[in-house]
């Protein structure tokens, strides 16, 4: 007869270590902007004594919010899981990294030690990457199994520094996330270099992400290092055969690998042939396979069948089997896949299962289905070629009138388009005047906001050849703070406008030019956010994106000569 030991049972019902507990304010579409917007959540933190996760998805943070809290979070060095998905809709790019950053300083001074980070749905773009990186490099993440960043914009250069601050120190991640990004080949690269020395994972999952054969024979080799891998999805990339050729070159060592999907990946016959032949070759215990939509013909769609049948448990194994959208042939074609497959089988009749593919040997036109033209047509990108074409088109269509264009012809604007020591001389001593009533015309808060920030920028950029722009500098900076405190959601445009004169983010504007000595900005600056009236926010924020880029600035002589533009 079992016995029980109630001490034990006790004992572990009241040690609150054994329980998850936490804060969860998902879904409460709360836009925090200040301390006070933050104080609930605030207070559900100090109010848990076990704060085992933390959940803000779907409200949107601001930076004072973050930063609020994230000294709650200082005293919580037991938190394990944070869920930040989703978390700044509507929020200016230049606010997502100095958020980011408290929030990982927070858990930094706690000692925390998460075990799954959840960033997804968050278009923070590579900027963003940059606000992660501290918390990525730090002992936070030293425990990490769960990284999960689908959908955040990051592009091939968020890629690169993504993979930078996960190699800066060993990582053993069991999951990976990181679909809708566009790391296209160089980041898919980057952070297959990251994978290999990992040799941990056990699901990667990077759908619509632009890559391409080269990528996936990069990330390929990483799966290699990886034997405890279970679940891979490359869906909506273009792997091609060539791709399918090097992911089946390592599927003998992947004897855990139990889902895949690869599919609207133009594998084509050829590349589904290939992955058949080592399914079957080596007895893989596959549960769900998709290659739904990859022009394959009937006859290799039947060598997929037929490969992940071939062992006797199959019909018990087999979950799901997606082969919808190829050419699966007649009735009597399709029926027999459907025998096979059993309840598996999502063959969906309808969509281009009656159509033939030719390809490859399926082809009698056609002396090699491994021709080079073959090949490179795969890695093109017809969509985007037709893209370009329609641009051309419209452009031709176009009749620019510039008839009603004036010449410049006052002062302000002569400077304006070439900021000179002769030309801002002739604006008199009281030039900060002349250029605000000149500024004051325009309606449009951006084009306001952007056009202050560019006249304080050319005038401080001759600031260390002239005294006059030196005092003129320091006239501007009140005259354009007060005049975009003035227009809505100034606040973020201005430090948009600001980092980007700065040169410490890329304008999405081809034409933008900086056409001021950066130097002599840096130098008006420093002297500027002393000022108790200079925005705390918008000094915090340049603060951020500073002391990031402090290493590989230009000006970083001159920058290091005034902390007070880096440090708090």
Not at 172 to 198: C, H, P, S, W, Y
Not at 249 to 260: A, H, Q, T
Not at 288 to 295: G, Q, T
Not at 302 to 311: D, F, G, N, S
Request: charged share 25%; glycine share 6%; proline share 4%.
């Amino acid at each position: 007869m079992a016995t029980f030991d109630f001490n034990s049972i006790n004992s572990a019902l009241t040690d609150t270590s054994k329980l998850e507990t936490g804060v969860d304010f998902s879904g409460k579409s709360l836009k925090l902007d200040t301390e006070k917007d933050a104080q609930p959540i605030i207070d559900a933190i100090n109010a848990c004594p076990n704060l085992q996760y933390l959940t803000l998805t779907g409200n949107t943070l601001g930076v004072a919010a973050a930063q609020a809290i994230a000294k709650a979070l200082e005293h919580h060095p037991e938190l394990k899981i944070a869920r930040f998905s989703d978390m700044f809709t509507g929020r200016m790019k230049t606010e997502i990294p100095p958020a980011l950053s408290a929030l990982g300083e927070g858990m930094i001074t706690a000692g925390a030690r998460l075990s799954v980070l959840e960033l997804s749905d968050n278009a923070f773009g590579p900027i963003g990457v940059q606000g992660l990186a501290k918390l990525l490099q730090s002992d936070v993440c030293s425990q990490l199994q769960e990284l999960r960043l689908n959908n955040n914009g990051l592009g091939i250069k968020g890629g690169r520094i993504l993979a930078e601050a996960l190699s800066a120190s060993p990582r053993k991640l069991k999951v990976f996330i990181a679909g809708r990004n566009r790391l296209e080949n160089d980041g898919a690269t980057a952070l297959a270099r990251v994978f290999q020395d990992m040799g941990t994972l056990e699901e990667i999952a990077m759908p619509q992400n632009g890559i391409y054969h080269k990528g996936v024979s990069a990330l390929s080799e990483a799966f290699k290092h990886n034997p405890n891998l279970s679940c891979l999805n490359l869906n909506d990339n273009t792997i091609s055969s060539k791709g399918a050729k090097a992911i089946a070159n390592v599927l003998p060592g992947l004897k855990k690998l139990k889902s895949i999907n690869f599919g609207d990946c133009l594998l084509k016959s050829k590349g589904a042939k290939a992955l058949a032949k080592a399914f079957k070759d080596n007895s893989m215990l596959l549960e769900s396979v998709d290659l739904s939509f990859n022009e394959i013909g009937r006859e290799a769609c039947m060598e997929v069948v037929e490969a992940v049948t071939a062992l006797p448990d199959a019909t018990d194994r087999l979950s799901r089997v997606v082969l919808a959208g190829n050419s699966l042939g007649d009735s009597t074609n399709k029926k027999t896949m459907k025998d096979k497959l059993g309840p598996s089988a999502e063959l969906s009749d309808g969509d281009c299962s009656d159509h033939e593919f030719v390809s490859g040997s399926e082809s009698g036109s056609q002396s090699s289905e491994g021709s080079d033209d073959e090949e490179e047509s795969e890695d093109s990108a017809p969509e985007d070629a037709q893209h370009i074409n329609t641009i051309v088109e419209l452009s031709r269509e176009i009749n620019l009138d510039s008839s009603g264009i004036e010449e410049v012809k006052t002062d302000v604007d002569i400077f304006l388009k070439s900021p000179t020591i002769e030309n801002l001389t002739r604006l008199g001593t009281n030039a900060a005047d002349v250029i605000d009533t000149h500024l004051q015309v325009i309606k449009d808060p951006s084009d306001l906001i952007t056009a202050y920030v560019e006249a304080t920028f050319s005038v401080s950029g001759l600031s260390e050849e002239s005294q006059l722009a030196h005092q003129v500098a320091l006239d501007l900076y009140p005259i354009m703070l007060k005049r975009a405190g003035q227009q809505h959601a100034s606040a973020w445009l201005l430090a948009n406008t600001m980092l980007r004169g700065l040169g410490l983010i890329k304008s999405e504007n081809k034409q933008y030019r900086i056409r001021w000595k950066t130097s002599g900005c840096y130098r008006m600056l420093a002297i500027a956010v002393t000022s108790p009236t200079f925005p705390v926010p918008l000094r915090d924020t340049l603060r951020f994106f500073i002391a990031s880029r402090l290493t590989s600035l230009a000006d970083r002589t001159i920058v290091e000569q005034h902390p007070q533009l880096y440090t708090s």
